[in-house]
């Protein structure tokens, strides 16, 4: 398997503009987050999805951060408009439930998209 | 409320020498404990777990300690050596809502 896979690895772009990051999640795999890392905050959870639905997204900054998850194999994660204080190196995660229920624990990171808004 | 912090920024360790990395949780509803280890450029990647019902559990050259009295655990790598230069982060779970919570890491150092 190769991995979660991000796209793309880096991004510039100017205030104002749409952001879009993607992630493919490994395949079979339930769960896929999405964090956001930067110095000051270190790696903080933006959002979750269990089987393509949204569970928890009240790490979502504000309104101009949106994710999708249209299917198992597929996810974005929209900035519209991007500001200078959302550059950071965004990741994504994915993982399998255990049997029994509950979150079996090993996240397996992409590579992550690094974003700077000037 | 939940947070998850550790006690040092950097660490700085001969190569050879163990390596005792901590950490401080404050949830004690919290169940479940992972340390990933984070390279630069790369993304975490796990390294070792332990739940709640446990103190110890050991891995290749690595071992975490849970100490819930005082809500601490910790990581401790036998015979540093240069690929082990990373930033560590632990990472607490409550099973009743799988929202995994990172602390803000540890940058380990080796020394030559």
């Known amino acids: 398997d190769a991995g979660v896979i991000q796209s793309p690895r880096h991004e510039v772009t100017e205030m104002g503009q749409e952001v879009t990051l993607r992630c493919k999640p490994i395949?079979?795999?339930?769960?896929l987050f999405w964090y956001r890392q930067t110095m000051m905050r270190g790696l903080e959870l933006l959002i979750y999805f269990n089987n393509n639905v949204p569970i928890d997204d009240s790490g979502m900054p504000e309104d101009r951060f949106s994710a999708k998850m249209p299917n198992a194999s597929f996810s974005t994660l929209k900035i519209q408009p991007s500001e200078p204080r959302d550059s950071a190196v965004y990741f994504c995660?994915?993982?399998?439930?255990?049997?029994?229920?509950?979150?079996?624990?090993?996240?397996?990171f992409g590579e992550g998209s690094r974003l700077t808004v000037l | 409320g939940e947070s998850v912090g550790l006690h040092l920024p950097t660490l700085s360790v001969q190569e050879g020498d163990n390596s005792i990395i901590n950490c401080a949780y404050s949830n004690s509803a919290s169940d479940y404990f992972i340390w990933y280890k984070q390279e630069s450029g790369k993304g975490p990647q796990f390294i070792i777990d332990?739940?709640?019902?446990?103190d110890k559990r050991q891995g290749q050259r690595v071992t975490v300690l849970l100490n819930k009295t005082v809500k601490h655990l910790s990581l401790q790598i036998a015979a540093t050596q240069p690929g082990d230069s990373a930033v560590y982060f632990c990472?607490?779970?409550?099973?009743?809502?799988?929202?995994?919570?990172f602390g803000k890491g540890t940058r380990l150092h080796i020394l030559p």
């Open positions: 332990i739940r709640s019902n446990m």
């Open positions: 995660a994915s993982s399998s439930q255990t049997s029994g229920g509950g979150y079996g624990g090993e996240l397996f």
């Open positions: 395949s079979g795999h339930d769960y």
């Open positions: 990472a607490e779970i409550m099973n009743r809502d799988d929202k995994i919570i």
